[in-house]
């Protein structure tokens, strides 16, 4: 007997864990059968009154009155042959009294489990602990004040290494105990299949965690919360990858060979057409931009046949204006590759397709072919060579960063003829660019250069330089150093390396050690800019584009440090810069009489001036270092105006801009506050209509330098608000371009000079792209439109190259790129768009053609696009967009219907997803933004879902659709609908079965109408308010409750879950939760509980005044004879909490006459007033005494 009673409480304690473990589907049998086998065993044992354990029987009889017969018949027992184990207790330990306790705030005691066993009652009560007594350290590793551990000293300890477990690890965000509730839940992996398996008073405390939690999620949580909390949104966004990658795929792969049309043989299919249409819904620019983007069909070569001309004269008329037109062709693929950046998954078995560059023509008006390879005109040589370079970079920046591409695919590609070699150079380095050269082999490296193509060898050291950017490799500068011969030991092999290969190896020196301020690098390379031309003549032609790559380079291996130079004060880094800058005499070392061009002494700043000012910006970037500045201030007076050439004074207040960065402001009266007094007092303006009588040389110095300044000026503000669509800007801008558009009409352009005029207009364009990066702004695509119609007068190659370039900016990635504003982006951006532009196709001399394709580095992925988790398809959502307070601006907000381009991130605080259309998400962006540029970066897929009753945007555009439902579900009122009606919130086939069976009346049904509108209404309310969920709880309410009226429940079971979820409701610190936030919604009706809890009071006190309170009273006086009475006496009891018999008669009870010392008595059991109202009458001598 000793040996049985040890195995009593752990018996217990396992029949409560199954109380709360809902597994078994035939649960309520196994507790049955379970109760019956332990009651035959021992109740005998418990009714001895001996042992004083009429406790345990008295808790049976309230859950199973109909088993629990009463018996006269006691066993008396040798106490000697009892040994109870140290854990015993004589109150039997029950987890819903438990939890009742907790939800009335009072005192609790560590509750007994089986590690192992009972873990869903520890679950339940660490639960409770924690998100109803808000003790976060019941979930930490010691769980001690409320789990008392059954179990030997070795377990115990294994027990404690498995809580340690359970902690927070997994998430950034958590701010209220909901959300720790919900974290540590999944940490332990509990799931929405063990939520099921609860009772559904059990569960409510975890449910309202839930649906809070559904209401304000964080958008960075794992995806095991998200799918707990029922966000499919959020858990989708947590566990796929792409949508946009996944769609590139879909349509690269679903077109049949040979089956694209000739339109989508122009380089710009595979683009999102879909998320384009979304953005620019009104127009169809999108189509504009690609017909003029296209450079794979023949252009239309309109000439008349003059009278007096002959046919052979006509022939090379039309030769030489399809050679105009040429030019613009030619121009065409580096705008192109802006527009297609990003935009293409390829298929790793097919190779890239790389469109033609078409240089034929059309003649009408019987569309004869026009060929330059005619002989009857001069054609430049090589002139298609860099245009065919471009053409491969534009295809090789389609791909993706993220595809899926090696070193094979890489050589797959490898042209079998000589003639496409220039495109796979261009190739290459848009590998570099775009970071995938890094997964070509280094003997495949070195096997492309040994062959000595030059275009290639360019293509690839800019490529492998730029995907290691600001690496210092160690591998890439010995590749690098070999084509530097200043790098080079002295007593090295002289190499024959072209000049443009150099060119391009100085800059990958600087990319490599970008930022670094490596002080051997730096050294060599302000050497570098004024290499003298010699010895013989090695370096005299083209002698301006090394030294500007020079400056460029050392600008960014400095880059914004500033004065900060550690190391470098003995090379005098700045007064050197600034002798380039403005002349001077040369240094001894470069003082050479082998010399076969004679320079004299002094500096050749026409050489060395545009690389010394712009490595001044670089270094000194952002610093606002006003003495620095100063050097670069133009001049104020006309002698020195005469030393320095207008262009290189645009350059100046381009740096001298860009080092006071934070001084920028957008408007025009700080673009004229650039330009020296000297200048704005005798300039005449720019569209004046009469020019002075007399003939002054001095008024052209005075213009063209007016106009440069200016053109400088706003170069530095498009760097300033690159990508911000800053309306301030864009307007102070689209002034000044509208200004010069106007001048070249003018007769002032004669003074200035077209050729000026056009290369400041190019300037002004960019700077507008620039701003708007990304937008597809419309004004500006009016501009470059009529720029691409100029093809005569002064428009040569590089003017096209920029207006298309400006296009390409205006559409960035099909618009979902802009621009940055960080050092690394600026340094990229002055390389792609130095303002001096090439004069025709094979022009290097100033400026290297490939650097033009650096605008990649700047590149920011910042589409936000809203993806229904539905339908699987792009959507508009409203966003709320909160900027950061700055210098500038106090903390703002600002609406933007998405997909929209976001603004720099470091300026944002905070990106919400608005209601009512769409459930809402935060996404934090105060403490860090690496969860959304991951987003960002991944296409910039936003998954959102649908509220139930709500249309998208696209459907209903005003909301008037929409806001018919949201007339009906306002409030909280049960109503009843049409069960029609359900398809408009749900698809849950479950819940339109449900509507379909148990909403509609039938003939065969036999139900009354109240019950169908009970049902209706609660099916109604739960798919409207997004809980159906909830469904279940209140059926389960009102079928227990019904089966109380009738007075047919055999088991007081659901009572008890009723008692919890009312006591849950009426707790302290749900009512506290709900003052806190008055907005939130109900998580159950208003009007529910309160009718079901009244007709519960209604049956019970019928009960009680139909012979119930004789029953109560032979209970607790024990002696109950009545059978028939059990059942409601035990629903009594359970539901009113009444102490046990035992209880009553320690607590002292006898001799009170009063209300107010009952009160008193019974404040030790947490027993409500509602229950001692009832009690009164039968515990009381003289209930006449309840009046206080």
Known sequence: MAEKNQFTPCIWCILQTLKVNRKCQKWREAWSLGFFVFYCSMIHIFRSRDLKLEAYIDYYYRDYPALVKSSGQTCIIDQGFMHHPAFFSAEPPSIFQWLSSCLKGGRVQPYPYLPGICDRSKLVILSVALYILGDESAVSNEASPYLYKITSGQQKQQIEQDDSRCCFGHSTSISSLAEKLIIWLTNIGFTLRDLETL??????????????????????????????????????????????????????????????????????????????????????????????????????????????????DFIEEKENRLLQLCQRTMALPVGRGMFTLFSYHPIPAEQLPIPKLNLTGRAPPRNSTVDLNSGNIDVPPNMACWASFHNGVAAGLKIAPASRIDSSWIIYNKPKNAEQANEYAGFLMALGLSGHLTKLATLNIHDYLTKGHEMTSIGLLLGVSAAKLGTMDMAITRLLSIHIPALLPPTSTELDVPHNVQVAAVIGIGLVYQGTAHRHTAEVLLAEIGRPPGPEMEYCTDRESYSLASGLALGMVCLGHGSNLIGMSDLNVPEQLYQYMVGGMHREKHKSPSYQIKEGDTINVDVTCPGATLAFAMIYLKTNNRSIADWLQAPDTMYLLDFVKPEFLLLRTLARCLILWDDIMPSTEWVDSNVPQIIRENSIPLHATELPSSEDLSLETLMQAHVYIIAGACLSLGFRFAGSENKAAFNCLDKYATDFLKSLSAPTASIIGHYNLETCLSVLLLSLAMVVAGSGNLKVLQLCRFMHKKTGGEMNYGFHLAHHMALGLLFLGGGRYSLSTSNSSIAALLCALYPHFPVHSTDNRYHLQALRHLYVLAADPRLLIPVDVDSNTPCYALIEVTFKGTQWYAETTEEMMAPTLLPELHLLKQIRVKGPRYWELLIDLSNETNHLKSIL???????????????????????????????????????????????????????????????????????????????????????????????????????????????EMSETFELGQIKLVLEFFNSRCHQGRMSRNPNRGLFMNSEFLPVMKCTIDKALDQWLQAGGDVCLRSYLSRQLKDESQQNMLACFLVYHSVPLPGQLAAGGLEGITNFSEMLLKFKQWNVLVRALLRLAPVLLKNPQSMVL
């Open 199 to 312: 009772p559904f008073g059990v569960a409510l405390p975890i449910r309202d965690a839930i649906y809070y939690c559904r209401e304000q999620p964080a958008s960075d949580w794992p995806e095991a919360v998200c799918v707990l909390i029922g966000r499919q949104d959020l858990s989708k966004q947590a566990c796929e990858g792409n949508l946009l990658k996944s769609k590139s795929v879909m349509l690269s792969s679903d077109s049949p060979p040979g089956a694209e049309s000739e339109e989508d043989e122009d380089g710009m299919n595979n683009m999102n057409d879909e998320v384009m249409s979304l953005i620019w819904s009104k127009d169809l620019r999108v189509q504009e931009v690609r017909r003029l983007l296209q450079s794979a069909r023949p252009v239309r070569v309109n000439v008349v046949q003059m009278p007096e001309a002959s046919d052979h």
């Open 937 to 1047: 970066s991944k296409g910039g897929v936003l998954y959102v879902k649908l509220r139930a009753g709500q249309l998208s945007y696209k459907e209903d555009p005003m909301g008037w659709r929409s806001f018919s439902a949201q007339t009906i579900t306002h409030g909280n009122e049960a109503r009843s609908f049409k069960p029609e009606d359900i398809s408009a919130f749900t698809s849950d086939p479950a819940l339109l079965l449900f509507a379909e069976y148990f909403c509609k009346p039938t003939v065969n049904m036999g139900q009354k109408q109240e019950m169908l509108d009970f049902f209706s209404s609660i099916l109604y309310e739960c798919v409207t308010q997004e809980k159906p969920e909830m469904l279940p709880t209140y059926i389960a309410i009102d079928q227990a409750v019904r089966r109380l009226e009738r007075g």
